[in-house]
């Protein structure tokens, strides 16, 4: 594999890391410490040993949240799923989980919603992100080793589009985008999930193929934008995740993380740019990913396109959004009078949130 890329990273954990091995689209079982453990593997959609390149050491990638509004129980449910995971494997089995996350605080709807509130895009992401903190604290859940944001890593972005470029798989346009080039990597493209529908991101004539994905987007008069080789732009979505957990850990990874909804294009995505960039058959070896929350009772899952959520806000000092979140949790809630009277006693007690892991642990399910 090649040398992985830290372009002016100031982090770096001293430890040596696994290179990026495999070939071909196949699943290969890793070399390494057999934990002795079986995981749900979504590369392979079935239970694989887990075996981690370094004995005792798991390196933990997962995409945390994009910063545009509050967060709800369905991604606590996903936060708080894999927290009890790390802590059996930390506690029970004395690995050292070395989890790094993400935080998307640049995007196209950071910018929307900034400009609804005529805020900056900067002070809109940084209050979520506060906000999200704060809900992982009253989860419980353990936090990342080390939370990095996307807004401070576009150097270590460009050099790693850069990377790719090189690699001949991918192509700046005239407009000053650039564009993964699926085609390059023949049927690879697809091993966690499919080729997918062939759809792609709408719009540029200049892409080479409909499902070439933006690493690198031209900005658009009063959008945030940084300087590049191809003009000022900004980081594609899937990039920060690739360039990140690769200057972190290298060519190399043991479990990525994240919900469902993420698995295509995203996480499929991240892959492609890995293996590109390094050049290797097998970036990520474990890909762990949590189901959508379900109301009992209800075929939907819970999100904000259906407007059925429930906010994790707990903060006792700020009453209305209190009130809100005690109003939203009677109309979501009410028919299923037990579960109600269960809440509403946790509720009362202030600290709902100690026992709503509890509560995933039933209420969380796989789907899709
Ligand atoms: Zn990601």
Not at 323 to 335: A, R
Request: with cysteine; net charge neutral; charged share 20%.
């Amino acid at each position: 594999g090649r040398v992985a890329p830290s372009p002016g990273t100031s982090y770096s954990f001293a430890l040596k890391f696994a290179s990026c091995t495999g070939v071909g689209k196949k699943w290969t079982r890793p070399t390494g410490y057999d934990t002795g453990l079986k995981t749900y593997n979504s590369l392979t959609k079935q239970k694989e040993p887990l075996v981690l390149a370094q004995e005792g050491i798991a390196t933990w990638y997962s995409c945390g949240p994009t910063v545009y509004d509050h967060a709800h129980l369905g991604h606590a449910c996903s936060y708080v799923r894999f927290d009890i995971i790390q802590r059996i494997l930390s506690r029970v089995f004395g690995i050292n989980v070395i989890h790094v996350m993400v935080i998307t605080d640049i995007d196209d709807k950071i910018i929307r919603r900034a400009l609804e509130k005529s805020i900056s895009p900067t002070i809109l992401a940084r209050m979520y992100e506060e906000e999200f903190k704060n809900d992982m604290l009253a989860l419980k859940v353990l936090p990342p080793a080390v939370y990095l944001r996307v807004t401070e890593n576009i150097p270590q972005i460009v050099a790693f589009i850069e990377g790719i470029i090189r690699n001949e798989h991918a192509y700046a346009t005239k407009q000053g985008d650039v564009y993964f080039d699926i085609g390059s990597i023949g049927d690879r493209y697809g091993k966690l999930m499919g080729a997918g529908d062939a759809a792609g991101e709408p719009g540029d004539t200049e892409k080479r193929d409909s499902r070439d994905f933006a690493l690198w987007k031209a900005s658009k008069p009063q959008e945030p934008s940084w300087e590049s080789p191809w003009g000022k732009g900004r980081p594609g979505w899937h990039i920060e995740c690739s360039t990140i957990a690769s200057s972190v850990f290298g060519s190399q990874l043991d479990i990525h993380s994240g919900g469902v909804d993420l698995a295509f294009p995203h996480h499929e995505n991240e892959i492609a740019q890995c293996e590109a960039y390094h050049q290797c058959g097998q970036w990520g070896n474990y890909f762990l990913h949590s189901g959508h929350l379900h109301l009992k009772g209800s075929a939907e899952k819970m999100s904000k396109s259906l407007n059925n959520y429930i906010t994790i806000k707990v903060n006792a000092g700020t009453s209305y959004q209190e009130s809100h979140m005690h109003s939203q949790f009677i109309e979501t809630l009410l028919p299923f009078s037990f579960l109600m009277t269960a809440l509403s006693g946790w509720y009362i007690h202030g600290h709902i949130l100690h026992k709503v892991g509890h509560l995933f642990m039933f209420n969380c399910r796989r789907s899709g």
